[in-house]
């Protein structure tokens, strides 16, 4: 008889022995036969996403200046400042046309003496009977009338010229919007046509995008999105305009709004992508798609074993040419057809021909 610790380092190591069977037999059980979860390829719209650089431009830009020649003489804004329209924002010095302008008044108020007793000559000798008054004294009264008519018209023509003149010495908003630059100070003289401000109607700045001609035709229920320079969140956009551009870029126009107000000023970088609608093919959820090292992509199928029952299903490898993405969708260009089952859950670690159980049949 052996002695009893020789006795139970033999049962020790035959328990082991057993363990150790067993395990491989289930390693090798659950090697043999894996769980996952397939969908079955569909041929589908594809969408294909033409990433765009755009600016965000503004509706209403003005360079605002004088209509009249003179010194500044007050200044009621400064860069940076919201205005309205209407508001005035400089004003020029109107001494002398306010000169003008009295001297306009009272030329004005002497030419209305000088018709008003013209008339009263003309009035007077309509009243008295032909024998007590000359017919040509009668016709140089109307002449005088007539004359004194025409030098009122004239004399309020130029008191309305005046007016005009001391109101455009004055530059007032013509819309809404910021002051962006300044140019001008009290005291400088200014010519018409100098820029004195520059005024940007913020309230409704636009999205502009050069966009490929190729992708006119296809624009008919497409969808943008843009994002501003440094922000992550893409927020949708909606189209207002496709003005043709030059025919030698071969680009047209691609104007938009952003469905929600951003915080955004004219000049600023905006990112956009193009979401247009193609031909129908498979697509497959990105988590089907294997990457190999060398650059080669592949998705496991599902496949009956027809040598087996109608339920065996195994895992077959196939190289696919993918295109491009969108929702976590990738489009297959080559490598496989409507009906294919491709493995979307549980295909890491697959061998060719392996027995899969299919949780989603």
Do not use: C
């Not at 205005?83 to 004003?91: A, K």
Request: overall charge negative.
């Amino acid at each position: 008889m052996l002695p009893l610790p020789i006795t139970l380092a033999r049962l020790g190591a035959g328990v082991v022995l057993i363990i150790t069977l067993m395990l491989s037999l289930v390693d090798t059980a659950t090697a043999q036969q894996s769980r996952v979860e397939t969908k079955v390829v569909e041929d589908t719209p594809r969408v294909d996403v033409l990433p765009l650089t755009g600016s965000v431009s503004a509706p209403q830009t003005s360079q605002l200046s004088s209509a009249e020649a003179g010194q500044v003489s007050e200044l009621t804004v400064e860069m940076g400042d919201r205005v309205t329209q209407g508001q005035p924002l400089l004003s020029l010095d109107t001494r002398d046309i306010t000169l003008e302008s009295q001297r306009a008044r009272a030329d004005l108020a002497q030419a209305e003496v000088d018709r008003n007793e013209a008339q009263r000559l003309v009035s007077e000798a309509n009243q008295l009977s032909a024998q007590n008054f000359a017919a040509s004294e009668r016709r140089q009264r109307e002449s005088q009338l007539a004359a004194a008519q025409a030098t009122l018209e004239a004399r309020r023509a130029d008191y309305a010229l005046t007016q005009l003149q001391l109101e455009r010495h004055q530059v007032r908003a013509p819309f809404d919007g910021m002051i962006t630059q300044r140019e001008s100070n009290v005291g400088e003289w200014v010519n018409p046509g100098d820029t004195l401000l520059t005024l940007v109607d913020l309230a409704s700045l636009r999205l502009d995008f050069s966009v490929p001609l190729s992708a006119y035709q296809r624009f008919e229920g497409s969808q943008l999105e843009v994002r501003l320079e440094g922000s992550d969140e893409w927020l949708s956009a909606r189209t207002v305009a496709r003005i043709p551009l030059d025919a030698s870029s071969r680009q047209f126009l691609l104007r938009a709004v952003p469905e929600k107000p951003l915080e955004m000023l004219p000049g600023m970088a905006v990112e956009g992508r193009l979401q247009l609608n193609g031909e129908r093919g498979p697509n497959v959820p990105r988590d089907a798609l294997i990457r190999r090292p060398d650059g080669s992509v592949s998705v496991w199928l599902a496949r009956q074993d027809a040598r087996q029952e109608e339920d065996t299903w195994r895992a077959f490898e196939q190289r696919v040419e993918i295109g491009s993405s969108h929702q976590g969708e990738v489009a297959i260009n080559e490598g496989l057809s409507a009906g294919d089952r491709v493995i979307v859950v549980g295909n890491e670690r697959l061998e060719e021909g392996q027995s899969v159980s299919l949780s989603d049949d």
